[in-house]
């Protein structure tokens, strides 16, 4: 299960500050950025070695540091190109609040993030006040949970803008084993061009016996 992330952490810090540059426009700054968290973080995994830690916490730092060789590749070919035009940013922690964020009178569809949390706050309110107003389904939400045959309806699809330009993603799989009775199982999903990760997660399988 995953836990709250601490952002105030010096190694979250070092990791996710050369994708937020790249979505400031500081492509240079981030290029150094870059090669300095991949220096720092080769160095915390040999020190990780040296002191036994788990496996399977190792290899989490490692990949870390194949996505951040693979992001400080693709700037460093587009600046000996000479432009940084049509670059493929990652997705940042910035762009997940920005899209949680519903503007005032935009009438325009939410998006997948913004029903999800649309979802999770109308439950939570009424699970804690059973009151029949509390639990009258917001227009916005009708569509989802008020559909005549939900099973035949995919989840969300009545909430998207049907003019929206359809997107292409990659999703690969990619277990292995890393200690017994354990096996991690990471999910990438990568832009339609099979080029550029946007997304992983790790999940830790344990076998209790």
């Known amino acids: 299960m995953a836990g709250k992330i601490d952002t105030n952490n010096d190694i979250y810090k070092l990791t996710a500050r050369p994708l937020i540059l790249e979505r400031e426009g500081d492509y240079d700054r981030a290029i150094k950025v870059y090669q300095n968290a991949i220096e720092i973080l080769c160095m915390s995994i040999e020190k990780f070695k040296k002191m036994n830690v788990r496996r399977v916490n190792r290899k989490m730092f490692e990949r870390q540091v194949q996505l951040h060789r693979d992001r400080l590749a693709y700037l460093q070919t587009l600046k000996r190109k000479g432009s940084f035009d049509g670059i493929v940013l990652s997705p940042t922690v910035l762009d997940a609040i920005e899209e949680l964020a519903v503007k005032d009178a935009d009438s325009s569809p939410l998006t997948l993030s913004q029903m999800r949390q649309a979802l999770h706050i109308y439950r939570s309110i009424a699970d804690e006040d059973p009151s029949t ?17 939900s099973t035949q309806i995919p989840i969300f699809s009545t909430s998207l803008a049907t003019a929206a330009e359809p997107l292409t993603y990659r999703i690969f799989h990619d277990p292995e084993f890393v200690e017994l009775g ?28």
């Open 133 to 149: 107003g509390a639990r009258e389904t917001p227009h916005h939400l009708k569509p989802i949970l008020e559909a005549t045959d």
């Open 182 to 209: 354990a096996r991690s199982h990471w999910l990438f999903v990568k832009d339609a061009s099979n080029t550029h990760v946007l997304y992983a997660l790790q999940a830790v399988c344990v076998v209790v016996q």
